[in-house]
């Protein structure tokens, strides 16, 4: 029985650990979504020529989850008229941002790209588009960098405490 104890502690402990790599994982992964969001919106505009309202329902329908709903209401917003195209924006993103939080740099960032999208012509939003993701790239890159040794630290921390944990309770 006691064996069993052990397994368990251990197991619990290290997949507390885990879990939490696998959340910083997470927010790698949303930042990458928000890349690639960035780069159809920056190519559609350069090729595609249309207003922007468009662009995001057309793109709409090449993302997934979140980022592909955030759009296609962007889209409907403006089909159904009213708000502006920042305020809009903004709304949605905040939205997103409640499931799949960031950092609040980055969510400042995202949600003030919209209201600045609005007044600009093609060149100048491909211009702010690609300087996003220049922007997240580098934000990314420094997650990477950090997350790697908190990910080690953290899994041999859960090991540990695990074993502690067994020491402390025979």
């Known amino acids: 029985m006691r064996i069993f104890g052990i397994f368990v502690v251990m197991a619990g402990s290290s997949g507390c650990a885990y879990s939490i790599v696998k959340e910083r994982g997470n927010y790698l992964e949303w930042c990458r ?21 468009e662009i995001c329902a057309r793109i709409g329908s090449r993302l997934s989850e ?7 209401r962007i889209g409907q917003a403006f089909r159904d008229g009213g708000d502006t195209l920042g ?14 939080p960031l950092s ?5 960032e995202v949600e003030e790209l919209g209201e600045r999208l609005c007044f600009e012509d093609g060149g100048m939003q491909r211009k702010m588009l690609s300087d996003m993701e220049r922007y997240l790239e580098k934000h ?12 080690r630290l953290t899994l041999c921390a859960g090991v540990m405490g695990g074993l502690l944990l067994t020491i402390l309770l025979m």
């Open 33 to 53: 979504q928000w890349m690639e969001l960035f780069e159809l919106m920056e190519n559609e505009i350069a090729f595609q020529k249309s207003s922007l309202p």
């Open 87 to 100: 305020n809009v924006w903004r709304r949605e993103a905040k939205l997103i941002f409640e499931k799949e």
């Open 140 to 151: 990314l890159k420094e997650r990477e960098n950090l997350n790697r040794e908190k990910n």
């Open 104 to 108: 609040r740099t980055v969510e400042k």
């Open 66 to 72: 979140n980022r592909k709903y955030f759009l296609e």
